[in-house]
């Protein structure tokens, strides 16, 4: 079975800076997707960014960028300039791309940012 | 646009009641999952429905849990003689399809006293 790992609960950055937050995951597929996830108070999940485990190059969305080493299984996200708006819970997730197209979280890594 | 819908937004029942937790999915998304968030935890599968049809309810706790979507649009979610530890956050989400994004609904917080 498919896992996801986020081993930081809480990390902190100061506006401005860069923040890389991390995750982990074990599968024996090749084809798959993986996310991260923002999750602010209102409860409502939103989609980051996304990258499909057949494209080399990291996604980037503005702010947002990803490492994915898919030999390490790691998929970090690294949030640059860094805005008080980006305080949130973030949560790093796995689907696969056969069969069931479940989402798999991990615990979720709570960011906070330091005016 | 109209986004995910979740009702109630928030439940109190008393221990072994029945409780329903319904969903409005996104206009024509076919794909629409729930998921329970414990305090302090990721979200946890519990069904998906392709359609009209469970794709996949391997995460469903036990059989007290129940869900169905008659239509292949509205779905709804049934506990029966809930338990404490049913309380959660419940999440709705939809996408388009396999390969199209997933957008979640802003849930539904049960407790259950």
């Known amino acids: 079975a498919q896992t996801v790992t986020q081993s930081q609960p809480e990390m902190s950055v100061q506006e401005a800076e860069t923040v890389t937050l991390s995750c982990t995951y074990d599968?024996?597929?090749?084809?798959?997707?993986l996310f991260w996830y923002k999750q602010p108070p209102s409860r409502q999940m939103i989609l980051v960014i996304r990258q499909e485990a057949y494209k080399q190059q990291n996604a980037t969305e503005n702010r947002f960028s990803v490492n994915f080493q898919k030999a390490a299984k790691s998929f970090s996200l690294k949030i640059s300039d860094s805005q008080l708006g980006d305080a949130a819970m973030y949560f790093c997730?796995?689907?696969?791309?056969?069969?069931?197209?479940?989402?798999?979280f991990g615990t979720g890594t709570r960011l906070k940012v330091l005016a | 646009g109209a986004g995910v819908s979740q009702t109630p937004s928030n439940k109190v029942t008393e221990k072994g009641k029945y409780v329903e937790l319904r969903c409005d999915p996104i206009s024509g998304h076919t794909a629409l999952y729930w998921y329970r968030q414990s305090l302090g935890q990721g979200p946890e599968f519990l069904i998906y429905?392709?359609?009209?049809?469970?794709?996949?309810d391997s995460g469903l706790p036990n059989d007290r849990f129940f869900a169905v979507r008659p239509e292949g649009s509205v779905s709804t979610l049934k506990i029966q003689r809930t338990e404490r530890g049913d309380s959660a956050v419940y999440l709705c989400?939809?996408?388009?399809?396999?390969?199209?994004?997933?957008?979640f609904g802003n849930g539904t917080r049960l407790t259950v006293t």
């Open positions: 599968t024996s597929e090749s084809d798959y997707y």
């Open positions: 429905f392709q359609g009209t049809g469970a794709a996949d």
């Open positions: 989400a939809s996408s388009l399809g396999q390969n199209s994004p997933l957008h």
């Open positions: 997730a796995y689907r696969s791309n056969s069969g069931t197209y479940k989402y798999i």
